[in-house]
């Protein structure tokens, strides 16, 4: 068993992860030389111009970032390093004399005097290499064969932290801890003696990357990793620049999370950037942020700080959440319970309390709910702090939140003392539950058109140690639409109880297609706490017209769309740039996707017949033979009507399928299980009869 496996499991037999730790006093100051000390004790923070400015950044955006930095208060919340990735090399990376050197267009006067503004500013600076060997045409910059020279420059330069990437590596074939061990020994060893944070970045992964031996994989870095680095990526990139999927985090938040114990004061699992406006809506990214919060991960947004919104900016700033990030303990998270839709995640902080986090991957809200006893915590008492509302509440054991689908709630929960506070009160988000008299499919996002009746229902339930009085809930519609109470609300509600108020909902026929929000406010009593009052929102979908006739479904507004990189493309192959085409034959309409992929339209029970060619795009046979398999579904209000199984590269099948009684159509391609590497999938003239 490797020693980092075996270190461990023997912390979490002794209950680091569980049992519940008395305070500590604040660290001593580390008065050991620099090249001894522990290099950022909690995770640092900071910015990085790869996904934001791309490889073209200049010094005069590289200042003006840092300048947003400080001016946006991210600076003051901790967010201190300026790191240059890829692209501030010059097209000649070395002089003669075997130097490197900047571009000398973008950086005239070198790194030097951008380095210090940069510290004038009270920053710190990063720097990117890569530790293979310069490869012109396969990568840009490489440290290989100049380990000692480039970690001197570099600490000559006065850079506060490197990044090294592995690209240069893994085309020369090199064995990563080899190599990377060699790098780290040279930044320690710089002749400066400056201390350098060391973020080892091997993004490379099977099968996203091709087949590679698991030593020279970005999963395999944890076995040798935190003894030579400050931070090791976990995983490949979050995503594309430009092009950050929800989908994408999660997988990196799952790979990330495999091997906990490593992680520690001055040693991290790294799952890449942060990435707000790159993809994402706020919901998600705020998701991302409260996941790498309770991994104890770095904290480095990949996007311009000079046009994100405050939305944005408070997201990253929120001190609940920072303070659980940058817990001294630096103990990272892990899932108590089964992985799944919904899922519990436990972070022990150095106080004792626990971080836990409630998370729904799911596409509809839910009320979710975990013990105390279960993250770790004993007694009968429990303080709730939620760290992105501020709410606090007491609680007798049970912790429950309404999350929104692609939500996650981050509750700081700790022993509660003194006389009893408010209780912890959760009221769902609006959930549809009916559109007609149909019941919504289990886990579907609700889609509702002009005319429709819904049945909205709001859940309220009690888990303090004191009762509620006269609970009432109120739900608010957009304008022209009305919500009529289906029954009267309890008087009471005790500790331990639970009610549901349901509304009939109407929508006018006139109803504007998009999407819509509805709000219920709950409101309720506590003796010598007042009246209470909570809010939750949901967003539903507002259909657009059903098509009418023969018509070229690929034409006809989506609800949604998802692809597995890029967009879905409409009458080209996923990406655009070329027509959809398989086994030779091309296609004057369709949609082109990569998988996992979910097409979303609405039909109305106005459509009798879907037809279409599905298969894998020509544009696959231009790659290795890897992948290049998809399955495709048609799901109609939740139910399959058509599976293809497993479709390769060398085949087609014709669909032909009966939408009678379809309201909400589904085309869903999924990667054959092959993880999506060279999957383009095709729906090739697709075809409704309304």
């Known amino acids: 068993m490797k020693r980092q496996a075996l270190t461990g499991l023997l912390a979490l037999a002794a209950g680091l992860l569980v049992v519940p730790a008395p305070a500590q006093a604040a660290p001593a100051p580390d008065a050991r030389p620099a090249s001894q000390q522990v290099l950022s004790p909690t995770p ?263 046009k994100l919104s405050d939305t944005s900016v408070g997201i990253l700033t929120d001190p609940d959440m920072l303070a659980i990030n940058q817990d001294r303990a630096a103990v990272q998270a892990v899932r108590v319970g089964p992985a799944g839709t919904t899922e519990t995640w436990v972070k022990r902080l150095a106080d004792g309390d626990r971080a836990v986090v409630l998370l729904n991957r799911g596409e509809t809200p839910a009320v979710l709910t975990t013990k105390a006893s279960t993250v770790g915590l004993s007694g009968h008492r429990f303080t709730v702090r939620n760290a992105w509302t501020d709410q606090v509440t007491e609680s007798a054991g049970t912790i429950s939140a309404a999350v929104p689908a692609h939500g996650a709630a981050l509750l700081r929960v700790g022993a509660a003392s003194g006389l009893p506070g408010v209780p912890h009160v959760t009221a769902s988000l609006p959930q549809v539950t009916h559109v007609g008299g149909d019941a919504l499919p289990a886990g579907s996002a609700p889609v509702l058109a002009g005319g429709d009746e819904a049945r909205v229902e709001v859940a309220v339930r009690n888990d303090g140690l004191l009762p509620v009085l006269a609970p009432q809930v109120t739900l608010t519609t957009p304008e022209g639409w009305t919500a009529r109470p289906l029954g009267p609300a309890p008087k009471l509600l005790a500790p331990g109880g639970a009610t549901s108020v349901a509304f009939a909902v109407a929508l006018p026929p006139s109803a504007t297609a998009g999407t819509a929000t509805l709000t219920a406010t709950t409101s309720y009593d506590v003796l010598g706490h007042g009246t209470v009052r909570q809010r939750t929102a949901s967003t539903l979908v507002v259909a657009p017209t059903p098509p009418d006739g023969e018509a070229v479904l690929s034409h006809h507004a989506w609800i949604s769309a998802t692809s597995g990189w890029m967009s879905p493309t409409v009458d080209q192959s996923v990406g655009g740039g070329s027509p959809i085409s398989m086994l030779g034959q091309v296609y004057a309409t369709g949609l082109g996707v990569a998988s996992p992929s979910t097409v979303r339209y609405y039909v109305g029970d106005r459509c009798s017949r879907l037809t279409a060619v599905v298969g894998i795009d020509d544009a696959v046979r231009n790659v290795g033979p890897e992948g290049g398999t998809s399955t495709f579904q048609v799901v109609g209000d939740g139910k399959v009507l058509y599976d293809s199984g497993v479709v390769t590269r060398d085949a087609v099948q014709p669909v032909d399928v009966d939408l009678t009684g379809v309201r909400v159509l589904d085309l869903v391609v999924g990667d054959a299980g092959d993880g999506g590497y060279n999957d383009r999938a095709d729906w090739a003239g697709l075809t409704a009869t309304c």
Request: aromatic share 12%.
């Open 44 to 306: 640092y923070q900071g910015w990085n111009t790869y996904f934001g400015l791309g490889g073209n950044f200049s010094e005069q955006s590289v200042r003006e970032v840092a300048d947003a930095l400080v001016s946006r208060g991210l600076a003051k919340a901790g967010y201190d390093i300026v790191w240059l990735d890829g692209g501030w090399q010059d097209p000649e990376p070395r002089t003669a004399a075997g130097d490197l050197q900047a571009d000398r267009t973008r950086f005239p006067k070198g790194l030097k005097p951008l380095v210090d503004y940069i510290h004038a500013k009270g920053l710190r600076a990063g720097i990117y290499t890569d530790a293979g060997p310069y490869i012109p045409g396969k990568c840009g910059l490489g440290s290989g064969g100049h380990y000692q020279r480039d970690a001197d420059q570099f600490a000559a330069w006065e850079f506060d932290a490197v990044k090294v990437d592995f690209l240069c590596g893994i085309a020369a074939n090199l064995d990563p801890k080899t190599v990377y061990t060699e790098f780290a020994q040279a930044l320690r060893n710089n002749a400066s003696g400056r201390p350098i944070i060391f973020n080892l970045c091997n993004p490379v992964t099977s099968p996203d990357w091709g087949t590679y031996p698991e030593e020279q994989q970005s999963t395999y870095s944890w076995t040798y990793a935190p003894e030579i680095a400050q931070s090791w990526r976990t995983y490949t990139d979050v995503g594309f620049v430009g092009d950050i999927k929800f989908k994408d985090v999660l997988r990196n938040y799952d790979a990330n999370a495999r091997h906990p114990e490593v992680a520690g004061p001055g040693r991290y699992n790294d799952p890449d950037y942060l990435a707000p406006e790159l993809g994402m809506s706020d919901e998600e990214f705020r998701t991302q942020m409260t996941l790498w919060a309770v991994a104890a991960a770095p904290l480095v947004i990949g996007s311009d700080v000079r």
